[in-house]
């Protein structure tokens, strides 16, 4: 029985784990985080990714966890209504398409019930060498092991992809956005709705959890390139504080929950531009490989969609057939997502050219 590796796991390393098991590898993730991250966004699953969760029996369950959002409301700076609508939302497009908004703890938590792999939590990748039958694999806390392919699940500041290709600078393109997300309690007594405030170049959403009971909160802005260690959540906090702490109306309170926060979340909005995803029996995925940012809603069905991709690919070839393969059937699905991000930088594409950009793939 063949063997993979794969660091993460998130959405990329839990449903590449489903799949490669149906393919019949004996599967091992493993994954720097002690336990299964919480917080984080809404996530989109939408187009091929639907089939693909259809295809692993977790349609209904997915659509049970969606968010149930009535609408959104736009406020100035001073917090008055703007406008409001009940048709659509910033983060999930028109209410009346067949595409499911749910939470990102959501998502991984459902894929990682039905992943038939071992988990291995609290450790990670420090180095890899390959030789003539696989890959030794080195880690933090385990003893050294091989395995016949390793896969980068890891994200945009993925270990796999430095420690295969070279330094994240290389390949890590921000594109000049930054947001901080983080829960604390409904204070403002939304019901299933989302509230937007933008006053220059920073601003927030307000988005309510599925019973009401607390808000997630996106704390975004532009600016120029920051330098920041991306595991420091303090100094992220103070970085927030700092460009979004001249905003009005509720903002005091908000950043008091931010600071109490434990799961809070920061990064600058980047894309992930590589001339290949693989080396040996190294390769990537998601946004390890393409991360198109999260402005285009589409980071999510590209894991799910190359999850199914890589893993269908493996199970017909060898490694080297099969990572090319998956290649040429990822790349243009992940550029035209790309294009897609850049599209708008102050706001949500064209609902036209999402629909083009995630229908871009069949199965």
């Known amino acids: 029985m063949k063997k993979a590796l ?3 796991a998130g959405t990329a390393g839990s449903a590449l784990a489903y799949w490669l098991g149906r393919q019949g590898f004996a599967v091992t993730v493993v994954e720097r985080s002690p336990a299964l991250r919480t917080g984080g966004h809404a996530v989109d699953v939408r187009g091929a990714a639907l089939e693909v969760v259809d295809r692993m029996g977790l349609l209904e369950r997915v659509r049970d966890a969606r968010t149930a959002y009535r609408g959104m409301s736009v406020l100035d700076g001073d917090g008055n209504e703007v406008f409001r609508t009940t048709e659509t939302t910033y983060s999930g497009g028109r209410l009346d398409n067949d595409d499911v908004e749910l939470f990102r703890d959501d998502l991984a938590g459902i894929l990682h019930e039905h992943a038939p792999a071992g988990y291995r939590f609290g450790d990670s990748i420090t180095a890899l ?3 003539e039958h696989g890959v030794r694999v080195t880690f933090a806390h385990a003893e050294p092991a091989d395995y016949d392919v390793v896969i ?8 796999v992809r430095r420690l295969a290709f070279g330094p994240e600078e290389r390949f890590v393109h921000p594109i000049g956005q930054y947001v901080g997300i983080c829960t604390m309690d409904n204070f403002l007594g939304l019901r299933d709705w989302q509230t937007w405030l933008k006053d220059g170049d920073a601003g927030y959403g307000l988005f309510t959890t599925r019973d009401n ?5 996106y704390l975004g802005f532009n600016a120029g390139p920051i330098a920041y260690d991306h595991r420091d959540v303090e100094q992220h906090k103070r970085i927030t504080a700092e460009h979004c702490g001249g905003l009005r109306w ?8 931010m600071w109490a926060d434990p799961d809070f979340y920061f990064d600058a909005m980047a894309q992930v531009r590589m001339d290949r995803w693989s080396a040996g029996r190294v390769t990537l995925l998601g946004d ?3 991360c198109p940012s999260p402005m285009s809603g589409q980071g999510t069905s590209l894991a799910l969609v190359g999850a199914y ?4 690919e493996l199970g017909r070839a060898g490694h080297e057939t099969a990572f090319a393969r998956y290649e040429a059937r990822m790349r243009p699905f992940a550029e035209v997502n790309q294009a897609l991000a850049l599209e708008n930088p102050g706001g949500p594409a064209a609902e036209e050219s999402v629909d083009r950009a995630k229908n871009a793939i069949t199965l």
Not at 213 to 217: L, N
Not at 250 to 257: A, C, N, S
């Open 152 to 159: 980068g699940a890891d994200g945009l500041h993925s270990a």
């Open 213 to 217: 009971s607390r808000i997630k909160v």
């Open 309 to 312: 991709v890589l893993a269908e």
């Open 288 to 290: 390890a490989a393409c």
């Open 6 to 8: 794969i660091s993460g």
């Open 250 to 257: 509720e903002t005091p309170k908000l950043l008091e929950g």
């Open 129 to 131: 060498l390959e030789h």
